[in-house]
């Protein structure tokens, strides 16, 4: 299995960005995937999930703010990050929690958000 992760870079605090996630290996479609970040100093933690059915899960700290998508044709999986704040700044990782009792991590994606 690997996940790659990309469309990561330096925004202005207020600016956008979408993450991209390519997964192979994996039958993407019937999988839970989604994004986790972890910030200098900080442990890692749960920004989306997405279900095989579309159903979403946002942390507190990204609700309203950031969307999470899917495209199963392509084996993609997306972050779209609006209003984007200096406390987003993290390295961005996709994860599949469970694909035959085992848990995947791409290798991330730095995002820097300027004040």
């Known amino acids: 299995v690997q996940l790659q992760a990309s469309g990561g870079g330096l925004v202005q605090a207020g600016g956008s960005l979408r993450l991209n996630c390519r997964a192979s290996?994996?039958?993407?479609?019937?999988?839970?995937i989604g994004w986790y970040r972890q910030a200098p100093g900080k442990q890692r933690e749960l920004v989306a999930m997405i279900s095989s059915g579309h159903t979403t899960n946002y942390s507190d700290s990204v609700k309203g703010r950031f969307t999470i998508s899917r495209d199963n044709t392509k084996n993609m999986l997306y972050l779209q990050m609006n209003s984007l704040k200096p406390e987003d700044t993290a390295v961005y990782y996709c994860?599949?929690?469970?694909?035959?009792?085992?848990?995947?991590w791409g290798q991330g994606t730095l995002v820097t958000v300027s004040s």
């Open positions: 290996g994996i039958k993407f479609n019937i999988n839970t």
């Open positions: 994860h599949v929690p469970n694909f035959r009792g085992t848990s995947f």
